[in-house]
């Protein structure tokens, strides 16, 4: 096997172990960053495959931005996750009967005749000023262009979501009330005591 099937399957094992962890771990902040290396391994994937703008695409959106923003919102919301532990082992066997179903349909995908070796190995070559950032954006907004505006409708309803879930108010925590600070007078705040002087 020559270099780049080593590096893949590098990248392949560390995307494959970092997306196990991420869902078995206790933290959410350790699944957060467990995400982020399983980006960066479908990054280096997608980097073999000769597609350098969504490589890049993902490790800046995704990594630079959307999981900076993920690390924030688990932060700022401080989710209890002892109330969702517990009802692990009741779960469990649905979960894992989705999790063969969804190994099975993987295993039908890749042992299809359309994965056979001989057509991967006859991938088309581009040359040095072929571009696939001009290919993705005719596909975009050509083929797909319906697909890409549901998607861009469904991240926009994730971010009201997420708005709203930082705006609960918790009852420990204290909050101002500006409307109510600008009406207050300065006998509500100030009490003057006239007291005797006293000789000692």
Known sequence: MNIEVWVFLTFSLVAVASAVRVITVNHSVHAALFLVLTFFSCAGIWLLAEA?????????????????????????????????QEGFTRYLPLGLVIGLVMVAEMVLVVASPKFSSEKLSNAVAHGADYSNTEELGKAIYTD???????AAVIL????????????RKRPETKYQKPSEQVKVKKSDRLRIVKMKSEQH
């Open 156 to 167: 926009l309803v994730a971010i009201i979501a997420a708005i709203a879930l930082t705006l």
């Open 52 to 84: 350098e703008f969504l490589g890049l695409t993902l490790v800046l959106v995704y990594v630079g931005a959307v999981m900076v923003l993920f690390l924030f919102v688990v932060m700022m919301l401080d989710v209890d996750t002892a109330p969702m």
């Open 144 to 150: 797909y262009l319906y697909q890409f505006e549901i």
